[in-house]
T-cell receptor, first 112, second 114 residues
Framework: GEDVEQSLFLSVREGDSSVINCTYT??????LYWYKQEPGAGLQLLTY?????DMKQDQRLTVLLNKKDKHLSLRIADTQTGDSAIYFC????????????FGSGTRLQVQP | NAGVTQTPKFQVLKTGQSMTLQCAQD?????MYWYRQDPGMGLRLIYY???????DKGEVPNGYNVSRLNKREFSLRLESAAPSQTSVYFC?????????????FGQGTRLTVV
């Protein structure tokens, strides 16, 4: 979706931290999501954050939200080869339809 | 529970042929969606259905029709397939709640139109 932007590719070494960034344009967005897509598979929800939160931590995942700048990031600590996948940022807007608007996805490649 | 099930997983069509992609969910969700995924473009919404008997257009509805047969099933039809419809199609469903509505996705249908 053109209203949600992500960089297309990120490469890290195993054991390092990965940071995947996302910007969105709709200030009425209520929930923001990170989905993971492994090769040949559908999308699986990793985590989400409500728009009145700044940060959410879930094991190796940390989501940071800067609502002023409309910037969302996903940090994966101690990145493993199994984390190699495409990561999609998505927003649910505050008004109108309930469907999510997705970014173009960031392909994370983890080098052993 | 199977979650969201799509059929078929793969399909090759000739230009001008028609076909229907099937989707069913067993989570008693009200809302269902069809997305297409193209390289570098993420997922784009084709159609969605907020409840049984209702459907609405998304971002890229041209060339498609949908049918919400009942609460479980939401099908996507291509009446006259075109090469531009070569894509991976995902069906999704979500509960009808005001608060967080996580979308659950099927495994996708890879469609090639030659």
């Amino acid at each position: 979706g053109e209203d949600v932007e992500q960089s297309l590719f990120l490469s890290v070494r195993e054991g390092d931290s990965s940071v995947i960034n996302c910007t969105y344009t709709d200030s009425s967005s209520t929930y923001l999501y990170w989905y993971k897509q492994e090769p040949g598979a559908g999308l699986q929800l990793l985590t989400y954050i409500f728009s009145n939160m700044d940060m959410k931590q879930d094991q190796r995942l940390t989501v940071l939200l800067n609502k002023k700048d409309k910037h969302l990031s996903l940090r994966i600590a101690d990145t493993q080869t199994g984390d190699s996948a495409i990561y999609f940022c998505a927003e649910r807007r505050g008004t109108g339809r309930r469907a999510l608007t997705f970014g173009s996805g960031t392909r994370l490649q983890v080098q052993p | 529970n199977a979650g969201v099930t799509q059929t078929p997983k793969f399909q090759v069509l000739k230009t001008g042929q028609s076909m229907t992609l099937q989707c069913a969910q067993d989570m008693n969700h009200n809302s269902m969606y069809w997305y297409r995924q193209d390289p570098g473009m993420g997922l784009r919404l084709i159609y969605y259905s907020a409840s049984e008997g209702t459907t609405d257009k998304g971002e890229v509805p041209n060339g498609y029709n949908v049918s919400r047969l009942n609460k479980r099933e939401f099908s996507l039809r291509l009446e006259s397939a075109a090469p531009s419809q070569t894509s991976v199609y995902f069906c999704a469903s979500s509960p009808d709640r005001i608060e967080n509505t996580e979308a659950f996705f099927g495994q996708g249908t890879r469609l090639t139109v030659v």
